[in-house]
């Protein structure tokens, strides 16, 4: 603990949440983690791009890049290469970062760029007013499909662990203290990072409900192995962990990443433009 | 005075190699060299073709006659003959009985690998050209710099085939000297080269960009050289991709840059009406090929023009330029940087497949004319300020430029329409304020705008109006009818986007009769002059087929048209 404290991320913009909104908790977590780990409102990044997840950094003071739906980690990535000093974290829902962003969080996984990607994991698309999303469960009846989804949901955490993504975990958003604790983990991990957090949508989603959340989720044990891919599996076939579920030891693309700010000098120039004689 | 040499086979022939060797030998002999490729969507076998003109003048378009044919394969032969001028001569790579020309049969040489023809071709025009022997194997040399198992298959093909050629008296009758007056320490490069060139003295720092024909060669140059000219370039997994990260890396500082052609530009569309309502500087490359969809991947065309002017849902500012040359395209890409970040805003330079994969002997480029100037508010300025914002309302529409991370300011910016701070907005009245800021920076921008260029341009003559790299064929046929007695005007235009109202009517309007050229199958240049000049013009002359205008066709027309 020291520099900074809570309020210094304080923003004056008017919150246009639902009262009651998961989001609260997650962005009360985003500044205790920002406080504790010392990171100011101008080192770090928060890239999003358009839903409700994405309102989250104009409810705080830091540097904000809110950009297009699903684009938010292709985004974040570009942010990262040209300053690998700033602390990129992405913000978005599951329809942005699994459906619209699907490829951008494949190839993410892939770059392996030292950033974090919190997905706000509803199941449901909010700011659209309650269609499916590539999450939702088979059966949940919505407005667009009034007889139940019918395509089997996405699994975002087991296609992050076959892509031998460097860090998942999974949180729940009401668990403030536990998530303070696994999103700083996620930041100070050395490469990508996913944090898939689930929140219940009061508005759209009755059936995963705070309660139901409560109910289907437990906490990862201890015990766990976070490097064994197996184990972890294991772990996701019946309810929901919650936790640092998986990791992976491999280098971040970063340091490959050298010149993304620097302007091209003389001499390189003429060594260059002087090679065609 | 010059020599038109079309090398035609197959893909993988190493025709481009034996082109480029020429190319090289001939500007440093001191001759002006163009050339420009017709090639398949193929990467073994076809009928491909590289057209090489040696003039002892500047030459920079291309040409249909051909003085001689080096042909390596019978496709490649058949396919260009008929080109062939009536004293013209045929360098052969295959059988020729019925062929009728005096013809250097390459295999009655020595070689037992036929890789080595296209060399050994080159051998013979170098003989034809007096390029002295040592020369020729001093490039030879440096082109098979550590590939020594086969630098002495090439060095024998060509002592061999010179050795020969110097005997052979139809060829040695076409005979050619450089000029008195050539460039001192000529470079021979292509539009990709230049562009990437230009890009690095523009002070890119960052590439993202998905390959794609004909704009492939930007990336590759810039990836290539990125230790010397101090670039990272990121291949992305699209061209969606490609887009928001360099509006990404654009936003934490970078000088972003991506490169593509129609169908990517397609994919790229949200991302640069993004890029207009967060006012993050941004080049975007396209180099033309013909549409729509898939097309002629690797032949030319300049039908993306309004393309490149609305792509992009909304209104927002940006500049689109088209170089009309090599030499162009090294200036108006380095200029394109600066544009973009004095003004924030996307700026699109539209090139094609015919400027980027043409060649020429160009002078060396001056780093130093290249403007380094950058526009950010400085640490200590924005130390001084109480708050930062991003959207500031000012008078020319352009907010002050702060990067994330650079002071204890954040910076902040949105998609949605925002206030001054960067924060997404309902309100009515921030809203069209933002709005009217972003609109003012059009008036601004318009101050740079560019008169076009202009050759002959006086009252009462024809006048001829074209864009970007369709300059070169008309340029050089007005040369050649003003010395037939024919006149007229040439006005070309690089600065394509945003135009003034009154832009060019009254030369237009004072002239005998305009006519207006483009390579394209709609009228996108001809509607958009219509449209800020309201001038009819009497003719239009347009091309569908994927290939170069060429000189004599240009010539015939004009002709009949003047």
Known sequence: ?277 | MELNIRLSGAAGQGIQTANDILGKLATRSGYFCYSFNDAESRIRGGINFNHMRVSTLPVSAPRERVDILIALSSPGLESNLSKLVDNGVLISGVKTETAGKSTFELGSLDITNKKVYGLAAVAVVSSILNIALPDLEKIIKEQFKGKESILDINLDAARQAYSMAQSWTEGAALSLNPPKESLQQGKWLSGGDAFALGAAAGGVSFVAAYPMSPATSIMTNLSHWSKELEVHVEQAESEVTAINMVAGASYAGARALTSTSGGGFALMTEGISLTGMIETPLVVAIAQRPGPATGLPTRTAQGDLRFAIHGGHGFFPRVVLAPKNINDNFTITSEAFDLAEKYQIPVIVLTDQLLQDSKQSLKNFDFDSISQKRYQLSREELEKLDVYQRYRFTDDGVSPLAYPGQSSHPVVVDSDEHDQDGHLTESAEISKKMAEKRHRKLKTILQSCKKPESWNLKPGIPLVLTWGSTWGVVNEVQKRLEKQGIEFAHVNLSWMWPLPADFFRKELEQASKTIIIEHSVGSEFESLMREVTLHDFDHAVRKMDGRPFGVEDIEVELKELL
């Open chain 1, 1 to 277: 603990m020291g520099k900074y404290k809570e309020e210094d991320y304080k923003s004056n913009v008017e919150n246009a949440w639902c009262p009651g909104c998961g989001n609260f908790g997650i962005l009360n977590t985003v500044k205790q983690t920002l406080a504790e780990l010392d990171i100011g409102p101008h080192q770090a990044v928060i890239c999003t791009g358009i839903g409700q997840a994405p309102k989250l950094p104009h409810y705080m003071k830091v540097n904000t890049f809110n950009g297009l739906h699903g684009r938010e980690v292709a985004s974040a990535q570009g942010i990262k290469m040209a300053n690998p000093e700033l602390e990129v974290i992405v913000h978005g829902g599951d329809g942005g970062i699994y459906g619209e962003g699907g490829n951008h969080f494949l190839h993410a996984i892939r770059r392996n760029l030292n950033i974090t990607v919190v997905v706000h994991d509803n199941r449901i698309y909010g700011l659209t007013k309650g269609q499916p999303s590539p999450t939702s469960e088979l059966g949940l009846v919505t407005g667009i499909k009034p007889e139940g989804v019918q395509i089997s949901p996405l699994k975002p955490l087991e296609l992050a662990i076959s892509q031998e993504c460097s860090f998942v975990a999974q949180a729940f958003s009401a668990n403030i203290k536990e998530n303070v604790e696994i999103l700083k983990a996620a930041i100070l991990n050395e490469g990508f990072s996913l944090v898939n957090m689930l929140q219940p949508c009061i508005t759209w989603n009755k059936v995963n409900t705070y309660k139901w959340f409560r109910d289907n989720t437990f906490k990862v044990d201890s015990e766990h192995d976070p490097y064994d891919s197996r184990a972890t599996l294991e772990l996701l076939k019946d309810k929901l962990p919650l936790g640092i579920i998986y990791k992976n030891k491999k280098e971040a693309y970063d340091s490959k990443v050298a010149r993304a700010r620097v302007f091209c000098g003389k001499e390189g120039f003429n060594k260059i433009a002087g090679s065609f004689g």
